[in-house]
Nanobody, 115 residues
Framework: VQLVESGGGLVRPGGSLRLSCAVS????????MRWYRQAPGKERELVATIYYYDTTDYVDSVRGRFTISRDVAQNTIYLQMNSLKPEDTAVYYCHVVLQNLKHYWGPGTQVTVFP
């Protein structure tokens, strides 16, 4: 099982980034997949969830700006982030809990929003 995030970078406020989470070892289509983020000095925060039946949910601070999606053919999870703000600066992680009840995390990708 492997999760590998990519797509982070430096962006100005108001800009956009699309994060990817490449999944291997299981089908992402069958599980609830989540994006978390952790800013320096803060606890890890749940940002977005896509449930196995494709309903999505977001933390209030990103609702309307971020979109989580899933590409079944590519076995990849995406997080489209628009209207980025400095407070969105964090390391973003992909996460899943499989049937064995183990938690799996990717190594993370850094997103920095600076004036």
């Amino acid at each position: 099982v492997q999760l590998v995030e990519s797509g982070g970078g430096l962006v100005r406020p108001g800009g956009s980034l699309r994060l990817s989470c490449a999944v291997s070892g299981f089908s992402a289509h069958g599980y609830n997949m989540r994006w978390y983020r952790q800013a320096p000095g803060k606890e890890r925060e749940l940002v977005a969830t896509i449930y196995y039946y494709d309903t999505t949910d977001y933390v209030d601070s990103v609702r309307g700006r971020f979109t989580i999606s899933r590409d079944v053919a590519q076995n990849t999870i995406y997080l489209q982030m628009n209207s980025l703000k400095p407070e969105d600066t964090a390391v973003y992680y992909c996460h899943v809990v499989l049937q064995n009840l183990k938690h799996y995390w990717g190594p993370g990708t850094q997103v920095t929003v600076f004036p």
